[in-house]
């Protein structure tokens, strides 16, 4: 067995660790950015804790095999992995980044190698390669990429993608500016998409992510999603659903239609099966359409932090083993398991009251400490204990999920949705949780003596006038119309908030022009149904959210508790001069558990000098 090959670089980085973290945790984006070799992935059989095997050529010819061990990580200050070979030129490659915060600001940054070459020959060939590695330079790349805030794309200034392009793909993508913008896309959304498309590398545009990019670019998350999907059907682009493993949230595969959403779908890393669910596992993402094209969509890495962002911390232990790691810095929820066991601890970061040190220790009836934790904010330790009789690969986990995710929950709620892809539906008798949805019932008021006193061909076109009006500020406020009956309309939104500014705006338009507007608001859980060849929407909260429009005299909207209490829609009301809210008691019919309070929004005189705001509220 031959020694170590030993190489390290060391430099001062003007970004912060926590700045840095996207960079240089995404190994898979690292390896290409260096100028290594594609990866291919092998059956990993029953090897576990996450475990994987894996090969590469190098240097045209030479085939190597290796598996590599579940990398170990704490966010955002160091991770390390090693891989062990079993055919190829080394023995064995071990690797270690730090990230160490200056009192001055900045960052230390400390990446190590060990190479243990096959032959001792080769010693002086792999040492005069990996030193002529360009690691300091990528380093300092990523670090003013980190300044920036840049992550549309990262181009490797070492390793340039040349775009493939299918015959007539250049002239095809040239066209494509003009018919998003005659598609409704926001013109400036719309040059930068067509040119991203052009520039970005094979790896950025394999998953293209519509709210990462709107974020980068500083636009509202809306727009640029609805360009994408104006660009899907313009044929720039392509859509898939991505099925994601609720526990390790990586793709598990990936769908071109929603019809084909199977109830159950299996991890192989966690060993679950699981059923799809549109709120969490079921996430939208384009890619170019390869009539433009073709994408090279390979991997250089099969493990590393980037793949799990939502893991704080990984930690490989021992039977018996402790091992001291510090506790997240930002609020809210976690949970720390292992990948072999079932459940787990969860606790939360609050503020200053919580406890400075919490010992979390998992045994072999799989048994946890029951309820939930309280952790100090700065400077706690978490203390995980391994008391098994088997190694135990710990996770520290946030529970909240992506925020940059277009989940199938959101984007089934946008009217641009359901105006370009009308067809996207589940199969027959399929039912998938949705979530937790707005579900607004609206009815025009009179309708009936409308007809009869104007006649009905004025009658016909007051009521389009008045789904034109719904249509317009639902879209505004980022909901959808699901289905029209008679002259009343279903809809649905993310949030309460919107589907109250949404509402009562239109409700104000209405009655300018003398016409009422019955409205009923309700939020709660639903399930998503294919109905008349069209997605729907069916649960409790839709039956009650359709018994509310009755309360409403037309010039007000009825909300449920529910919506009421939603802190944004009560900052919403406070201070809004044209409503008044006022607390009534109720039966609804179907539902026999005794009255439900509802909230009564009220017109107030002046209504035409109200100001109503009119902005669309972003997910934060």
């Not at 400036?188 to 980068?216: C, F, G, H, Q, W």
């Not at 090279?296 to 493990?303: I, Y």
């Not at 930690?315 to 930002?330: A, I």
């Not at 009755?550 to 919506?563: K, N, Q, T, W």
């Amino acid at each position: 067995m031959t020694e170590d090959l030993y190489f390290s670089w060391q430099l001062h980085l003007n970004a912060s660790p926590e700045q840095l973290w996207p960079y240089v945790s995404d190994t898979d984006r690292l390896n290409h950015d260096i100028g290594y070799s594609k990866i291919e992935r092998i059956d990993e059989g029953d090897i576990v804790n996450n475990r994987k095997k894996a090969k590469q050529i190098i240097m045209g010819r030479l085939e190597q095999q290796w598996t590599e061990e579940p990398f170990e990580w704490v966010r955002p200050y160091r991770y390390s992995t090693l891989r062990d070979y079993s055919q190829g030129i080394f023995d064995q490659i071990r690797q270690r980044m730090d990230m160490r915060p200056l009192p001055e600001g900045g960052t230390e940054l400390k990446y190590q190698l060990w190479v243990r070459p096959r032959y001792r020959v080769l010693r002086p060939f792999i040492a005069a390669s990996f030193r002529s590695t360009p690691f300091e330079a990528l380093f300092r790349h990523y670090d003013d990429l980190a300044q920036q805030q840049r992550h549309d794309y990262v181009a490797s200034p070492f390793v340039q993608d040349v775009p493939n392009y299918t015959p007539d793909g250049r002239s095809r993508l040239m066209q494509m500016e003009a018919k998003l913008v005659q598609g409704g896309a926001e013109p400036t959304i719309a040059r930068k998409l067509v040119s991203y498309v052009a520039e970005a590398d094979d790896m950025s545009l394999n998953n293209i992510k519509p709210y990462a990019l709107a974020d980068y670019w500083g636009y509202p998350r809306q727009y640029v999603l609805e360009a994408a999907l104006i660009a899907t059907r313009a044929g720039l682009l392509d859509m898939g659903w991505d099925l994601l493993c609720p526990s390790c949230r990586n793709r598990k595969d990936t769908v071109d239609s929603l019809k084909d959403i199977g109830k159950t779908v299996h991890c192989d890393a966690c060993q679950i099966d699981y059923t799809a669910n549109f709120e969490y596992s079921v996430e939208l993402t384009f890619k170019p359409n390869p009539a433009i094209r073709e994408l090279d969509a390979t991997e250089f890495c099969v493990g590393g932090p980037g793949l799990a962002p939502h893991v704080l911390v990984q930690q490989l232990l021992k039977p018996g083993e402790q091992r001291r790691v510090p506790s997240p810095s930002e609020d809210g929820s976690y949970r720390v398991r292992t990948l072999t066991q079932q459940g787990g601890m969860r606790f939360r970061v609050a503020g200053r009251s919580g406890m400075k040190e919490l010992t979390i220790e998992a045994g072999d009836l799989d048994i946890w400490m029951d309820g939930e934790a309280f952790l100090h904010q700065n400077n706690g330790i978490i203390a995980i204990s391994n008391n098994t009789n088997t190694e135990q690969l710990f996770m520290v986990e946030h529970l909240v999920w992506a925020d940059q995710a277009v989940t199938a929950a959101d984007v089934t709620t946008k009217q641009v949705f359901r105006d370009l892809f009308s067809s996207e539906a589940l199969r027959p008798n399929d039912q998938i949780e949705i979530g937790t949805l707005t579900i607004v019932f609206t009815d025009l008021l009179g309708s009936t003596a409308m007809y009869h006193d104007m006649g009905d061909a004025p009658a016909f076109g007051m009521v389009m006038d008045h789904f034109d009006v719904l249509r317009r500020h639902i879209r505004q406020f980022d909901g959808a119309i699901v289905k029209t009956i008679g002259d009343a309309v279903m809809a649905v939104f993310q949030t309460p908030e919107n589907a109250v500014r949404a509402l009562t705006a239109a409700q104000r338009e209405m009655d300018d022009v003398g016409v009422g507007l019955r409205v009923g608001i309700h939020t709660g859980r639903c399930i998503a149904v294919t109905l008349n060849d069209r997605l729907d929407y069916f649960g409790t909260a839709v039956n009650m959210a359709a018994r509310l429009e009755g309360f409403s005299s037309g010039r007000d909207v009825i909300l449920s508790e529910a919506v009421y209490n939603d802190p944004a829609v009560n900052r919403a009301l406070t201070g809004n001069e044209w409503v008044q809210s006022t607390a009534f008691d109720a039966q609804l019919k179907g539902f026999p558990d005794g009255s439900y309070k509802l909230w009564r929004l009220t017109h107030q005189n002046g209504l035409e000098r109200a100001n109503i705001t009119t902005t669309v509220r972003q997910r934060s």
